[in-house]
Nanobody, 123 residues
Framework: QVQPVESGGGSVQAGGSLRLSCAAS??????RAWFRQAPGKEREGVAA???????NYADSLKGRFVISQDNAKKNLYLQMNKLKPEDTAMYYC???????????????????WGQGTQVTVSS
């Protein structure tokens, strides 16, 4: 029962890259995921990864974003490439002890959430 902490957000130009990090000490098994939410829009799943390394991505983002974790499963990452203005949102890290495959991209599946990190992409 620890709260994940996100970092790495900021402002970038369209076409650029950004790498988000999530510190989630205390969780070496289960599933970790990234979600995002823009003002006036519903929260959407971006990508998820199980402790064994298997992943799931939102279809619209697959190929541009890459989710990964370190060997100790303490930190989660999201490499964001070819960023677009529509990627602008608050990005959240989420964790659950469950490890089903494919890892769901639905918010109700996850128990522990970070406070978010803002990503802004300008044209």
């Amino acid at each position: 029962q620890v709260q994940p902490v996100e970092s790495g957000g900021g402002s970038v130009q369209a076409g650029g890259s950004l790498r988000l990090s999530c510190a989630a000490s205390g969780y070496s098994t289960g599933t970790r995921a990234w979600f995002r939410q823009a003002p006036g829009k519903e929260r959407e799943g971006v990508a998820a990864i199980i402790s064994d390394g298997r992943t799931n991505y939102a279809d619209s983002l697959k190929g541009r974003f890459v989710i990964s974790q370190d060997n100790a499963k303490k930190n989660l990452y999201l490499q964001m490439n070819k960023l677009k203005p529509e990627d602008t949102a608050m990005y959240y890290c989420a964790v659950t002890i469950q490890g089903y495959f494919p890892p769901p991209l639905t918010s109700g599946y996850y128990n522990y959430w970070g406070q978010g990190t803002q990503v802004t992409v300008s044209s």
